[in-house]
């Protein structure tokens, strides 16, 4: 007889970046203010979790970047605000590290 396995549960921030990244959707520029205000959001979360559950915030930066490295090809970033907002988790998942 074989035990049941349970099912790993998401973590509540991956979630949250999934969602908010919105896989599929070009954002275009007039979109893009409030696409990445929602995101630096979200990364503020990581960098608060990141002072005291350092290998959570790890996990959880590298997430955050691979999605906006995914993301980057489906959103009109000429305004640059993207491109900023990815240089200050870069530095929290090193700390974090």
């Given at each position: 007889m074989?035990a049941?396995?349970?099912?790993?549960?998401?973590?509540p921030l991956e979630?949250?970046?999934?969602?908010?990244l919105r896989?599929?959707?070009f954002?275009?520029y007039?979109a893009?203010w409030?696409?990445?205000?929602?995101?630096?959001?979200?990364?503020a979360?990581?960098?608060?979790l990141?002072r005291?559950d350092p290998?959570?915030?790890?996990?959880?930066?590298?997430?955050f970047l691979?999605?906006?490295?995914?993301k980057?090809?489906g959103?009109?970033?000429?305004?640059?605000?993207?491109g900023?907002l990815?240089?200050?988790?870069c530095?929290?998942?090193?700390?974090?590290?």
């Open positions: 074989m049941k396995r349970r099912p790993v549960r998401q973590d979630a949250a970046i999934e969602t908010a896989p599929g959707q954002i275009d007039r893009g409030d696409f990445v205000s929602e995101l630096g959001e979200i990364a979360q990581i960098d608060q990141a005291t290998e959570r915030a790890v996990r959880l930066y590298e997430s691979a999605g906006c490295y995914e980057a090809e959103l009109d970033d000429s305004g640059g605000t993207f900023q990815v240089e200050t988790p530095l929290g998942w090193l700390k974090a590290r």
